[in-house]
């Protein structure tokens, strides 16, 4: 296959969505594994959660150094060394057989290895590929490819869990993930050039412009809530499932409902970013988000309400993305995306590392999620008001699609 195939956008774009299918897909699976690691390992529902939000943590606090990286030497090292980490991280988690190696694995590994792998970096090169009239749906196109591998191998896991146990259910799960070696291929690239004319900034006053941004502040503070759902739906909501009496299988099939309307609900945010101010429908999704949990917590626990819930909130679920990761290459060009919109990325998994763990927290202490359900819709309505006022005009005039 010649260079000039597989480097064309629409290759790209399918690499990616295929990479981010992997990397969220498999990391959203380890809530279907709560139950039985807990059981069989005799550690807490808090002891699990605090590895998962630990993955959370990490992942955000590195996610920036990884942007910078791959701004700085390319995406593609970055790329296949947080597959590797990865695969190792599962492998301790099936393996290693103590609450120790859970955290190590879970926790650490796996922390490392979805911020190696996660949307900044593989973002970052599906916007360098993509004309500026498109980006934002390019964007959406890719990130729906994290709710591709949510849908698939929710079930999957599920049944792999139910038919051969939890530990070969993550051994098969670590086969899989060695895919992003070679997808890291396809993706590779760094920043570019200034454009002729434009603004030549280094990547410290880049980031020094950034932060002294208020609509960038702004973002920080919506994505943490994004986080905070996120996260607390994918660890917990199986587990809430099963203590209102419903069977674990159902708990998977939610959270593959979810996968499957997040796909529409990628697409159709990138289509709508394209046409209409981003900070605005990024507004509406938190608002809808806070209404969707509300009425879900108020009203009866039966699987036709868990799978109307799901669906739902599947339309919101990583819709945020697209528009957040447009945002920023609006405001201050794509040269810098992957450092700009890890930052972005951190404060998002500041917010999944609360998520993971109050979730875990109020439960052992109280029995129920319903502070933590409380909780997510009040900070829904906080992010609602906190993306409306965002200034969204790029911050240099001149600047090219490459800028």
């Given at each position: 296959m010649t260079t000039a195939t597989w480097r064309i956008p629409s290759v790209i774009i399918l690499a990616a969505a295929i990479m981010l299918g992997l990397n969220m897909g498999v990391r959203q699976t380890f809530g279907l594994f709560l139950e039985p690691m807990t059981i069989d390992l005799g550690v807490s529902r808090t002891s699990f959660s605090l590895a998962i939000a630990i993955q959370n943590l990490l992942w955000g606090l590195m996610t920036p150094l990884y942007g910078a990286l791959a701004d700085r030497f390319g995406?593609?090292?970055?790329?296949?060394?947080?597959?590797?980490?990865?695969?190792?991280?599962?492998?301790?988690?099936?393996?290693?057989?103590?609450?120790?190696?859970?955290?190590l694995g879970a926790g650490i590994m796996i922390g490392l290895a979805v911020g190696?792998?996660?949307?900044?970096?593989?973002?970052?090169?599906?916007?360098?590929?993509?004309?500026?009239?498109?980006?934002?749906l390019y964007l959406g196109l890719a990130s729906s490819g994290g709710s591709a591998g949510q849908?698939?191998?929710?079930p999957v896991s599920q049944v792999l869990i139910q038919s051969i146990g939890w530990v070969d259910a993550l051994l098969a799960l670590a086969a899989m993930t060695l895919l992003i070696l070679p997808l890291a291929i396809v993706l590779k690239g760094k920043a570019d050039a200034p454009a002729a004319g434009g603004p030549k900034q280094s990547l410290k006053a880049a980031v020094a412009e950034a932060a002294s941004h208020r609509g960038f502040l702004l973002l920080n503070g919506g994505f943490f809530v994004c986080g905070f759902h996120v996260s607390?739906?994918?660890t917990h909501l199986p587990g809430y499932i099963v203590s209102c009496n419903l069977d674990p299988l159902v708990g998977a099939t939610a959270l593959s409902v979810i996968g499957f309307f997040n796909i529409i609900g990628g697409i159709l945010a990138g289509v709508l970013g394209g046409r209409f101010r981003k900070k605005y429908i990024l507004a509406s999704i938190y608002l809808a988000r806070a209404v969707v949990i509300g009425l879900f917590l108020l009203g009866p626990k039966t699987e036709a309400a868990v799978m109307i819930f799901s669906a739902c909130f599947g339309l919101l679920w990583l819709s945020t993305v697209p528009l957040t990761s447009g945002l920023v290459g609006d405001i201050f060009g794509t040269r810098y995306m992957a450092t700009l919109f890890a930052i972005v990325m951190m404060s998002h998994?500041?917010?999944?590392?609360?998520?993971?763990?109050?979730?875990?927290?109020?439960?052992?202490?109280?029995?129920?999620?319903?502070?933590?359900?409380?909780?997510?819709?009040?900070?829904?309505?906080?992010?609602?008001?906190?993306?409306?006022?965002?200034?969204?005009?790029?911050v240099h005039a001149a600047q090219g699609v490459s800028a």
């Open positions: 995406v593609a090292r970055c790329l296949a060394t947080g597959g590797l980490f990865y695969v190792a991280g599962i492998l301790l988690m099936a393996l290693g057989g103590s609450e120790a190696s859970l955290h190696a792998t996660g949307f900044p970096l593989v973002l970052a090169a599906v916007a360098r590929a993509a004309p500026e009239n498109r980006r934002a849908f698939i191998l929710l607390f739906v994918a998994q500041m917010g999944a590392f609360f998520g993971a763990w109050f979730g875990g927290i109020s439960f052992d202490l109280t029995g129920s999620y319903d502070a933590v359900w409380i909780l997510s819709v009040g900070l829904g309505l906080l992010a609602a008001v906190l993306h409306w006022p965002i200034p969204d005009r790029p």
